[in-house]
């Protein structure tokens, strides 16, 4: 069974910085698309960013630039480095992985199919 664990979150004035860590336990597959999602109360969770197996990145427009999504593929984590943060990124962050199966030009869209999600980690930047 996969499971996902998040860090790292916290509290930041705007323009600080924080990284995020997912640590994932019992991968059995070779392949996956990986995520970070955020949701704000009363809207929809969205696509921060994704990574595959094969370390392509792929970004929301409202972060490019400032966060970097990259992995460490032997010990199955996953981190979020946020830069030059704004009261707008504010949210609860989630990770998700692929699992049975997966799609590249999905992951490409910030969709991770088949998701298992992590419990998230609160992300908080006061102005």
């Known amino acids: 069974q996969v499971q996902l664990q998040e860090s790292g979150g916290g509290s930041v004035q705007s323009g600080g910085s924080l990284k995020l860590s997912c640590a994932a336990s019992?991968?059995?597959?070779?392949?996956?698309?990986m995520g970070w999602f955020r949701q704000v109360p009363g809207k929809e969770r969205v696509g921060v960013a994704t990574?595959?197996?094969?370390?392509?990145?792929n970004y929301a427009p409202s972060v490019e630039g400032r966060f970097t999504i990259s992995q460490d593929s032997d010990d199955h984590v996953v981190y979020l480095q946020m830069d030059s943060l704004k009261s707008e990124d504010t949210a609860m962050y989630y990770c998700?992985?692929?699992?049975?199966?997966?799609?590249?030009?999905?992951?490409?869209?910030?969709?991770?199919?088949?998701?298992?999600w992590g419990r998230g980690t609160q992300v908080t930047v006061s102005s």
């Open positions: 990574i595959d197996h094969e370390g392509r990145t």
């Open positions: 019992g991968i059995t597959f070779r392949t996956y698309c």
């Open positions: 998700a992985t692929s699992t049975r199966w997966w799609q590249p030009s999905r992951c490409r869209t910030l969709i991770v199919d088949d998701p298992t």
